[in-house]
Structure formats: C-alpha cells, structure tokens
C-alpha cells in the first residue's frame, strides 16, 4: 500500500474527520441515517487524491466560533491578545 505523507498545511484537516478516515481505511460506512460531519482524508493518505472537497473549515461550539481558509484564521475576541498592556505609557 502507498502511503503519501503530508506536511502541515497542505490540506485543510479538523478533528471531525478522524472517523470518516478511520472507517473508510476500514473500509466499512457509517450507520445507515448517521451524518459524518467530517470528510475522510484517507484519499490525501492513499495518494488518490490531492484535495478534498472542501477549500474552508468553519466550526462553531458554545463560546467558540472559528473559520479558516489556507493560513487564514478568525480568532474570538475573548481569545485576543490584549495589545494594550504591550503599548508604552504616554
């Protein structure tokens, strides 16, 4: 089996797409009903493929909204650096 390796940032990759990998490279689907939110990498894995269908992530979870688009990242403003504190007095 062929296995191609990748680097971080060639494709845009989240945590929900560990089980549709994991069951494609079992080579098994999901229950009958059940929606994957994630999208399998095991076609990057395989060398099938050099993209997967999707070019942005975007995720939402109480207290928590993020989107990214290649290096690109929307970061909450209760997780900002506070700059102030890093201004000189004047």
């Given at each position: 089996m062929l296995v191609r390796l990748l680097t971080p940032g060639d494709v845009p990759a989240i945590h929900v797409d560990v089980y549709p990998t994991l069951l494609e490279l079992a080579g098994t689907k999901a229950a009958e009903g059940y929606v994957l939110d994630?999208?399998?990498l095991a076609p990057l894995f395989l060398a099938k493929s050099e993209n997967l269908k999707r070019d942005a992530i975007y995720q939402h979870f109480?207290?928590?909204l993020g989107a990214g688009v290649g290096s690109w990242r929307t970061t909450p403003v209760s997780q900002a650096p506070d700059l102030g504190s890093r201004q000189p007095a004047s």
């Amino acid at each position: 089996m062929l296995v191609r390796l990748l680097t971080p940032g060639d494709v845009p990759a989240i945590h929900v797409d560990v089980y549709p990998t994991l069951l494609e490279l079992a080579g098994t689907k999901a229950a009958e009903g059940y929606v994957l939110d994630g999208e399998s990498l095991a076609p990057l894995f395989l060398a099938k493929s050099e993209n997967l269908k999707r070019d942005a992530i975007y995720q939402h979870f109480p207290g928590y909204l993020g989107a990214g688009v290649g290096s690109w990242r929307t970061t909450p403003v209760s997780q900002a650096p506070d700059l102030g504190s890093r201004q000189p007095a004047s």
